[in-house]
């Protein structure tokens, strides 16, 4: 796989810079583009991660540029400290994505699939294989409609 071949996209919405273990993340799965969003300005610490060829800031103004990030994201990562925001962790459940988070950052028990934040690796685990479920499933969908199998 190239280095720079993003498959899949993962959306984070904070209102703080307090994010657990983005670094981790963004070194761990360097082909996952990162939608870090916020109804804020982001700060100089957020801001200097633009330079990763994988991550993305949004700054959300309206319920349609929320709208779109649902649409578009693979899966949240509800790994924000601090308040949930725009009640994101219900919008993805209800859209039937996925939803990621650390015992320490967990928004409420919606559904969410929750990992000790001092193995975080078990999540970047849990983010590929689910990914190679999703690439799967598309790829088997695709399948069926060719040929009709």
């Known amino acids: 796989m190239k280095k720079n071949h993003l498959v899949g996209d993962a959306l984070?919405?904070?209102?703080?810079?307090?994010?657990?273990?983005?670094?981790?993340?963004?070194?761990?799965?360097?082909?996952?583009?990162f939608h870090i969003a916020a109804p804020v300005q982001f700060s100089e610490k957020i801001r200097s991660l633009e330079t990763n060829y994988n991550v993305r800031?949004?700054?959300i103004t309206n319920e349609e540029q929320l709208n779109f990030l649902v649409d578009t994201c693979d899966f949240l990562l509800d790994i924000n400290h601090f308040q949930e925001v725009d009640?994101?962790?219900?919008k993805f459940v209800q859209a039937g994505k996925s939803v990621f988070a650390?015992?320490?950052?967990?928004?409420?028990?919606?559904?969410?699939?929750?990992?000790?934040?001092?193995?975080?690796?078990?999540?970047?685990?849990?983010?590929?294989?689910?990914?190679?479920?999703?690439?799967?499933?598309?790829?088997?969908?695709?399948?069926?409609?060719?040929?009709?199998?």
């Open 12 to 33: 984070i919405l904070t209102v703080s810079d307090q994010i657990e273990e983005l670094d981790y993340l963004l070194e761990s799965l360097p082909n996952i583009c």
């Open 57 to 59: 800031l949004r700054t």
């Open 87 to 90: 009640a994101i962790v219900s």
């Open 102 to 149: 650390f015992d320490n950052t967990v928004h409420g028990n919606q559904g969410q699939e929750v990992f000790l934040s001092s193995t975080p690796d078990k999540l970047v685990s849990r983010v590929r294989d689910y990914l190679n479920e999703v690439r799967v499933g598309t790829t088997h969908q695709e399948k069926i409609i060719q040929d009709g199998t």
